[in-house]
């Protein structure tokens, strides 16, 4: 989620508030599709509908965002570009209660699927370690693209100037698009594979975008290494703080945003840019 | 030829013969107005909307239907004005202008949300608009102020803590150590002080060994579950809703909690569906007496009746419990204080009338009999239904076991006595089978 975040901003350059509806839309669509043809005689089927159901939400929202909205404000103030996935956030927020409805859908057989394991005389799901799994993998393949393809490579020239790509040939447009879309396939596997821990109800994406924004706050807009760092840190944060203050829950996830950014303005990872004149 | 004559005698009749719904209709007051425009304000969206405010809007539709079908109240068909509750305290206050001075209602039914409970009644004093509370479960409301024209014709959340103390202690009756899961807003905070203060009232020796507040809609308790698991309470109380409930009940499955701790869960507005995925030993607990074998359907006409009327008209019964019947109890309240001011007058009443005719009202409902028995006489008591989730291994389904229902007299507290006090003082009073 917050890795999508992250690297839509670094690419595109706007900071997208309807992120979380993406990955709301991942949550509906893969519960939806696991409560409807999810089957407990081949558990496996369930973690590939969801699965898909990320893929369809990233490659079919993803480009209807961007290229109907986003792309007519690319360059221009930053507050009409928030104001614009705010309409967007708003939009999809009713979007998804024409489409599904009000009633909530829990879809938590993938989750007892994978039972629990004994860690030092405490029960832990399993359903989490897989999560993390599928953080590690999706955060490596993302690495390999980025550092090891031609688009990878084709992606940073885009970000590191956009005049330059262009003129050498590059088509940014489309390069603008495929980015969105990757960010928007990220929300949404995030939703997807959640939906299984809870029930899905209308709201959740705006939920979940507070902490997404805290997490690349600590970790460096733009940055998906700060991404990473930053959601084990704000993990960590609340797993202590319930231990042991559990008054400072919520609390010590924002002291430690607060800290970060007194000291570093720019995130953990993020880069000090020079303002162009 | 004979068929001619015939045919028209009773082709007239059928003409000069009123529907069958309006053969009997109740005769119109003096002074009738055309229509009775009441508007219906409930969460139509948002996160409470599924399991309480929906719930609550198809009572209402089914409830309203009724009652018209019947000749409405003193002759008077009853014209709904539905509204979304949604969105934030001055945009309900200002909402709740709208339908007095644009809608032009004759009373207000609403609010599911205790902030908006504590909110509204100011104004509807201001502008003498007879308001119906139908769900929200604050205490503060008529524990902390005084109002003429407002009522509420539900429990409030007094009842949802003393009864879940009470049921604790008898299916439980050594237990020793407890712990608290609530989330961090008045809700929570207000669940687990009645809980805890009538625990340790009615038993000392009960020590609190955890409490945490997870933030509202937090989804993963993962951290919160752990923290459980290494404290390992004999009880967990908790009064979670929406999203944090259906992640407790998984979540906490999954890793053991339901095995290590009895789990205990007051106010469980639970739809259907979701109950039968609850966890066998879950104890859950509803403010009054709504399920749909209790009180009882054979002995309860009209709870019979709604779960007709819901199912005739929307294919199933109306939603989780909790909203639906309060719902109607408050349409029931205000139908009987209606006829019972036109009785007393002779005429259609005054709001001044009606208001009268509320207070210390009792009147029948889906829940029972339902008494505005404390709080001046503008606040009802219920009885509070409490059982534990068993799964029924013939039919296999969950079903609702080792069912207790304590009086409204045993956990409410007398008329003029604040819940935290009348615990404090050792349930003085309280009539216990």
């Given amino acids: 989620m917050s ?64 290229r109907l909205f986003l792309r007519r404000v690319y360059g221009k103030e930053e507050e009409i570009q928030i104001l614009l996935t705010f309409s967007i956030l708003l939009i999809l927020e009713d979007v998804i209660k024409l489409v599904w409805g009000v009633s909530p859908l829990f879809a938590d057989k ?10 030092g005389g405490v029960d832990y799901a399993g359903y989490p370690f897989l999560l993390t799994g599928i953080a590690v993998v999706t955060g490596i393949l993302l690495w390999l693209v980025v550092t090891r393809t031609r688009f990878g490579k084709v992606l940073v020239s885009v970000i590191t100037d956009r005049e330059v790509s262009s003129a050498l040939g590059v088509n940014v447009p489309r390069i603008y698009t495929l980015a969105f879309t990757l960010g928007a396939v990220f929300a949404a596997l995030g939703g997807a594979f959640t939906a299984p821990m809870f029930s899905v109800v209308p709201g959740i994406g705006a939920e979940v975008i507070v902490v997404s924004f805290a997490v690349v706050a ?31 829950d919520v609390f010590a996830i924002y002291l430690i945003m607060a800290l970060v950014l007194l000291f570093r303005p720019q995130g953990l990872f993020g880069q000090v840019q020079a303002r162009r004149i | 030829m004979m068929k001619t004559p015939l045919l028209s005698v009773i082709a007239l009749i059928a003409v ?19 229509e009775l425009r009441v508007g219906i304000v409930t969460l139509l969206s948002g996160p409470a909307s599924s399991t309480f405010g929906i719930p609550a809007k198809k009572a209402a ?14 002759g008077v068909k009853i014209v709904p004005v539905l509204t979304d509750e949604a969105g934030p305290g001055d945009k309900v206050v200002a909402e709740f202008r709208r339908l007095a001075a644009d809608e032009k209602v004759d009373l207000v039914i609403g609010y599911i949300s205790s902030a908006n409970c504590v909110a509204v009644p100011a104004v509807a004093e201001e502008l003498k608009v007879l308001t119906v509370l139908f769900d929200c479960g604050t205490t503060r409301v008529f524990e902390e102020a005084k109002y003429k024209y407002v009522f509420r014709t539900a429990a409030h959340t007094g009842i949802d803590g003393i009864g879940a103390a009470r049921y604790l202690l008898a299916a439980k009756p050594d237990v020793k150590t407890i712990a608290g899961l609530n989330q961090d807003y008045a809700w929570g905070r207000d669940s687990w002080e009645i809980f805890s203060r009538a625990l340790r009232k009615l038993k000392p020796d009960v ?82 007496t709504h399920w749909p074998d209790v009180p009882d359907p054979a002995r309860n006409p009209l709870q019979k009746e709604f779960i007709e009327r819901c199912t005739k008209k929307f294919g199933e019964p109306c939603g989780s419990p909790h909203g639906s019947y309060h719902m109607v ?10 006829e019972k001011a036109i009785k007393a007058t002779g005429r259609w009443p005054s709001v001044d009338d009606v208001v009268k005719a509320f207070e210390y009202l009792e009147f029948d409902s889906p829940s029972g009999r339902i008494a505005m028995g404390v709080g001046g006489g503008h606040q009802a008591i219920e009885d509070s239904l409490y ?8 039919r296999n389904q969950n079903v609702l076991s080792s069912v207790r229902v304590f009086p409204a007299k045993c956990v409410n507290p007398p008329d003029g006595v604040k819940t935290l006090d009348w615990i404090d003082q050792g349930f003085r009073g309280a009539q216990c089978p």
């Fill in chain 1, 3 to 66: 890795a999508g975040l992250t690297f839509t901003y670094g690419v595109v350059r706007i900071l997208n508030l309807a992120h979380g509806n993406l990955y709301a839309l991942g949550a509906y669509m893969g519960a939806w599709l696991v409560l409807g043809w999810g089957s407990s005689a081949m558990p496996v089927l369930s973690y590939l509908l969801l699965f898909a159901a990320a893929v369809f939400i990233g490659v079919t929202a993803g480009p209807l965002i961007e």
């Fill in chain 1, 110 to 119: 993938p989750y007892i699927y994978m039972g629990h394991v004994r860690l």
């Fill in chain 1, 218 to 248: 600590i970790g460096g807009l733009g940055s998906i290494g700060g991404a990473a760092l930053g959601a084990l840190l704000v993990g960590l944060a609340r797993a202590t703080a319930v231990h042991l203050f559990p008054e400072l």
């Fill in chain 2, 16 to 34: 000069l013969s009123p529907p069958a719904a309006a053969q009997t209709p109740a005769p119109r007051a003096a002074g009738a107005p055309k």
């Fill in chain 2, 61 to 74: 539709d089914a409830w309203v239907e009724k009652i018209n079908d019947e000749g409405g109240i003193g």
């Fill in chain 2, 207 to 288: 020590q609190v060994v955890e409490t945490l507040w997870p933030k509202l809609f937090q989804g993963d308790l993962s951290a919160e579950i752990s923290k459980l698991l290494t404290a390992k309470p004999d009880v967990i109380f908790h009064s979670l809703w929406g999203t944090d409930l259906a992640s407790v009940n998984s979540q906490g499955r999954v890793r053991g909690l339901f095995r290590q701790s009895l789990v205990i869960h007051n106010n469980s507005a639970f739809l259907f569906k979701e109950f039968r995925d609850l966890p066998d030993g879950f104890v859950v607990g509803f403010r009054g």
């Fill in chain 2, 329 to 338: 109890q408050a349409l029931q309240g205000v139908k009987t204080a209606y």
């Fill in chain 2, 387 to 394: 059982g534990t989730v068993k799964l029924d291994p013939q």
